[in-house]
């Protein structure tokens, strides 16, 4: 059975930093592309990193490229997410996704999530 | 960016009543286009993808057609447990993007 649980959320304070964490099993994780998906309170889905089974290519949009890292760990099944330079607008629940296909992009199986909370 | 519209922002279904929900792309997207299922305090869940092939373990009651910019899923016989959020997704053009959702309620 594939899971995938996310951990290190929290609150924290604009301008810091916070590095989320996905355990993977029940899969080759090596075999997959990975991804961060977001969601705001009360709002809908926000595609936020992607990364390259191998972990040479990542993938970011606009809105958190030069402030957010996705990289991760093939011998750990573990995916992690560094954000940096918080801003009120991250605020959301992260969710930890697989993706379903290496050729295009959709998200199979997804964690619980974790809730980052960014406020003074 | 591609974007997403669906519709109806929200809907309200009988028990055994066929809905349908649809998603318009601003531009062709050849038939890569994901349907989600979200339940309150949930993750989502993948329904549909490649826009009609069912994922493993989700009930045959759903469906979803379409192609080039139109695409809709339909769920018939609907049930108690289909009460959620639905979200389309289009992966053919990075980034991939979502729609903002159609909720579902059971009258």
């Known amino acids: 059975e594939v899971q995938l649980v996310e951990s290190g959320g929290g609150l924290v304070q604009p301008g810091r930093s916070l590095k989320l964490s996905c355990a993977a099993s029940g899969f080759t994780f090596s075999n997959y592309y990975m991804a961060w998906v977001r969601q705001a309170p009360k709002k809908g889905l926000e595609w936020v990193a992607t990364i390259s089974t191998s972990g040479s290519r990542t993938y970011y949009p606009d809105s958190v490229k030069g402030r957010f890292t996705i990289s991760r760990d093939n011998a750990k099944s573990s995916l992690y997410l560094q954000m940096n330079s918080l801003k009120s607008e991250d605020t959301a629940t992260y969710y930890c996704?697989?993706?379903?296909?290496?050729?295009?992009?959709?998200?199979?199986?997804w964690g619980p999530g974790t809730m980052v909370t960014v406020s003074s | 960016d591609i974007q997403m519209t669906q519709s109806p922002h929200s809907l309200s279904a009988s028990l055994g009543e066929t809905v349908s929900i649809e998603c318009l792309a601003s531009e062709g997207i050849s038939n890569y286009l994901a349907w989600y299922q979200q339940k309150p305090g949930k993750s989502p869940q993948l329904l549909i993808y490649?826009?009609?092939s069912l994922q493993d373990g989700v009930p045959s009651r759903f469906s979803g057609s379409g192609s080039g910019t139109q695409y809709s899923l339909k769920i018939s016989n609907m049930q108690p447990e289909d009460e959620g959020v639905y979200y389309c997704q289009q992966g053919y053009k990075y980034p991939p993007t979502f729609g903002a959702g159609t909720k579902l309620e059971l009258k």
């Open positions: 490649y826009a009609s």
């Open positions: 996704a697989r993706h379903g296909s290496n050729l295009w992009w959709y998200f199979d199986f």
